[in-house]
């Protein structure tokens, strides 16, 4: 029997760049960074329902999050600031951070609907197929 793995991803609507807040981002001096850290932080806290934490239990420090995405720490929190500021990110008194409006981009699926898809697409071209022969 295989295995039935459940993985997350984010579903971004064809405007997603051209928010205000998008806009804004880019048109800053690192903006282009800045997005690709959001980006970056949406996707880590998928599985989290928006949170940053690291293994459920602990916050994300700037300093964590700048090995995890790969930037420096003062990128890190300078990107972290204005995404505050536009109120893309909240971050609580006990350090956590959480993705704001991450609800509207998280999808979840698993391997057993992905192969159960994958049937039914199969089943309906060969119907399908079968129709136009007749």
Avoid: C, W
């Avoid at 409006?101 to 089943?123: H, L, P, V």
Wanted: no cysteine; charged share 30%.
């Amino acid at each position: 029997m295989a295995d039935n793995k459940k993985y997350y991803y984010l579903k971004l609507k064809e405007n997603f760049f051209e928010s205000e807040e998008m806009i804004i981002l880019q048109n800053m001096e690192n903006g282009y960074i800045y997005s690709d850290i959001l980006l970056k932080l949406y996707l880590r806290s998928l599985k989290n329902e928006g949170r940053l934490m690291f293994k459920k239990l602990i916050p994300y420090t700037p300093s964590a999050l700048a090995q995890v995405v790969r930037h420096s720490e003062e990128t890190v929190e300078k990107a972290l600031e204005i995404f505050q500021q536009l109120e893309l990110v909240e971050i609580l008194d006990n350090g956590a951070i959480y993705m704001l409006d991450i609800q509207n981009f998280i999808g979840s699926s698993s391997t057993e609907a992905d192969r159960r898809r994958e049937y039914d697409r199969r089943i309906k071209k060969e119907r399908e197929s079968q129709g136009n022969s007749l």
